[in-house]
């Protein structure tokens, strides 16, 4: 079974500024995709980013960025230009390629908070 | 126009009551999901459906049901409710196409007292 850690409970970043998150998995396929997810005190939860396990090229969507480092399990998240919408709970997320069972597998989380 | 509703958004409820939450998805996806998120934020699939397979986490208590009268919906069913069933249950769907994401509904938090 695949795992997602997220070793940082929490984390906080000066508006404007950059900031990483860290999230490192398990698994033993060779073909999966990876998420972040945004969860604001809405408690909606938000795609932000996704990656394909067999791009190397590193996802981006606007200020957001990943590090995806495959052979290292590694999927972090940077955050450029910090602003005091992104503070939320963010979420790693892995799903398998194969099988027909297709659901999320989720980190634990990391709560961001954006400093004025 | 929402893509994923769920309803109530809040549900108080005594212990040992049977519940349902129900989901609609008006995106045409064939693929449904229910996530619990328990008091310490941590997400955990329950159930994944679509036309042709239900699919459960075996640590699902079998108290907890799915139910989908159509493609577009699925419900779940709580029978005798416990104290730890409290969290919020999210709601969501996918294409059947596996690359797709997975678009969430805005969560219903159930308490049992």
């Known amino acids: 079974a695949q795992t997602v850690t997220q070793s940082q409970p929490e984390m906080s970043v000066q508006e404007a500024e950059t900031v990483t998150l860290s999230c490192t998995y398990d698994?033993?396929?060779?073909?999966?995709?990876l998420f972040w997810y945004k969860q604001p005190p809405s408690r909606q939860m938000i795609l932000v980013i996704r990656?394909?396990?067999?791009?190397?090229q590193n996802a981006t969507e606007n200020r957001f960025s990943v590090n995806f480092q495959k052979a290292a399990k590694s999927f972090s998240l940077k955050i450029s230009d910090s602003q005091l919408g992104d503070a939320a709970m963010y979420f790693c997320?892995?799903?398998?390629?194969?099988?027909?069972?297709?659901?999320?597998?989720f980190g634990s989380g990391t709560q961001l908070t954006v400093l004025p | 126009d929402t893509a994923v509703s769920q309803t109530p958004k809040y549900l108080v409820t005594q212990m040992g009551n049977d519940k349902s939450i129900k989901c609609e998805q008006n995106?045409?996806?064939?693929?449904m999901y229910w996530y619990k998120q328990d008091s310490k934020k941590f997400l955990k699939i329950m159930f994944s459906y679509n036309n042709k397979e239900l699919i459960i986490n075996e640590t699902v208590p079998n108290r907890f049901s799915p139910k989908s009268p159509d493609k577009a919906h699925l419900n779940l069913h709580i029978n005798s409710l416990e104290l730890g069933d409290s969290a919020v249950y999210f709601c969501?769907?996918?294409?059947?196409?596996?690359?797709?994401?997975?678009?969430f509904g805005p969560g219903t938090r159930l308490l049992v007292l």
């Open positions: 698994t033993s396929e060779s073909d999966y995709y």
């Open positions: 995106l045409g996806h064939d693929t």
């Open positions: 969501a769907s996918s294409p059947q196409v596996i690359a797709e994401t997975q678009y």
């Open positions: 997320a892995y799903r398998s390629f194969s099988g027909s069972a297709r659901q999320l597998t």
């Open positions: 990656q394909e396990a067999y791009k190397q």
